[in-house]
T-cell receptor, first 113, second 116 residues
Framework: AQSVTQLDSQVPVFEEAPVELRCNYSSSVSVYLFWYVQYPNQGLQLLLKYLSGSTLVKGINGFEAEFNKSQTSFHLRKPSVHISDTAEYFCAVDNTGGFKTIFGAGTRLFVKA | GAVVSQHPSWVICKSGTSVKIECRSLDFQATTMFWYRQFPKQSLMLMATSNEGSKATYEQGVEKDKFLINHASLTLSTLTVTSAHPEDSSFYIC????????????FGPGTRLTVL
């Protein structure tokens, strides 16, 4: 069985500061990994995904994530955040073939002026 | 990118009534659609997987007779909450899987259901 753990439920950070949102997963098979962002009362928007290849993945809005197989982690980073990055961020995993996605509990990123 | 719509975006209904939520893939054909439920400040929980032309596969603990799913075409799936009760109030989100090797789900904007 697969699972996803987002280690921080909330992350407050000042504008223009760097941020890292942590995600660890467990799976007995190869996985695909995703980060999604959700703004209030909206659906999910894909930030980035890791399917294979380079372990450093770049996404939209200046976000990037690094897949670390030995540590089973897929942490999301941004070097300088904006107020508009305030949202809920979900890490997700599914087995290769993508027919059952498991989501983490989410991390609320709150960017302060 | 591919667009998925949901209708309605929000609905308020009386206890005991049924509510239908539509999920449409606007610019691609979706062989598979997923229905999720999200409680306030919580993550998405997969309710069921819907394949065009066949019966939906429900996750453990999800009542099939309570949440009726119909995937009548490659661009439309519907979720009907039958005999809704206040505990069914939630945010329902669908996603559509395009396939073709990209393994990406495209999410709808969600439907806020409030049962009085």
């Amino acid at each position: 069985a697969q699972s996803v753990t987002q280690l921080d439920s909330q992350v407050p950070v000042f504008e223009e500061a760097p941020v890292e949102l942590r995600c660890n997963y467990s799976s007995s098979v190869s996985v695909y990994l995703f980060w999604y962002v959700q703004y209030p009362n909206q659906g999910l928007q894909l930030l980035l995904k890791y399917l294979s290849g380079s372990t450093l993945v770049k996404g939209i809005n200046g976000f990037e994530a690094e897949f670390n197989k030995s540590q089973t982690s897929f942490h999301l980073r941004k070097p300088s955040v904006h107020i508009s990055d305030t949202a809920e961020y979900f890490c997700a995993v599914d087995n290769t073939g993508g027919f059952k996605t498991i989501f983490g509990a989410g991390t609320r990123l709150f960017v302060k002026a | 990118g591919a667009v998925v719509s949901q209708h309605p975006s929000w609905v308020i209904c009386k206890s005991g009534t049924s509510v239908k939520i539509e999920c449409r893939s606007l610019d691609f054909q979706a062989t598979t659609m997923f229905w999720y439920r999200q409680f306030p400040k919580q993550s998405l929980m997969l309710m069921a997987t819907s394949n065009e032309g066949s019966k939906a596969t429900y996750e453990q603990g999800v009542e099939k007779d309570k949440f009726l799913i119909n995937h009548a075409s490659l661009t439309l799936s519907t979720l009907t909450v039958t005999s809704a009760h206040p505990e069914d109030s939630s945010f329902y989100i669908c996603s559509a899987f395009e396939g073709g090797g990209e393994d990406e789900q495209f999410f709808g904007p969600g439907t806020r259901l409030t049962v009085l």
